[in-house]
């Protein structure tokens, strides 16, 4: 509970990321149809403004920008 207050708090004070949190749609659910293969996808992002931004919260254990790559990549 600490760690995650801490964390909250940490992206509540950053100058960009606090204002990223302001309105939108939690939990959004996207389902469509793949047109080129007939397939029902279906996907869930953490914060949703329409006609902004989607955001999906992810962790990582290196924020550097080699170690984010590696992260994301995987």
């Known amino acids: 509970y600490d760690r995650i207050r801490r964390m909250a708090d940490s992206v509540r004070a950053h100058p960009v990321a606090a204002g990223l949190l302001v309105g939108g749609e939690r939990e ?10 007939g397939l029902d996808c279906q996907a869930r ?12 919260v992810k ?7 080699e170690g984010f790559a590696r992260t994301v990549a995987s």
């Open 59 to 65: 962790t990582c254990t290196d924020a550097s920008a």
């Open 28 to 37: 959004a659910t996207f389902r469509w149809q793949d047109e080129a293969t």
């Open 45 to 56: 992002a953490d914060l949703y403004l329409a006609g902004e931004y989607l955001m999906d």
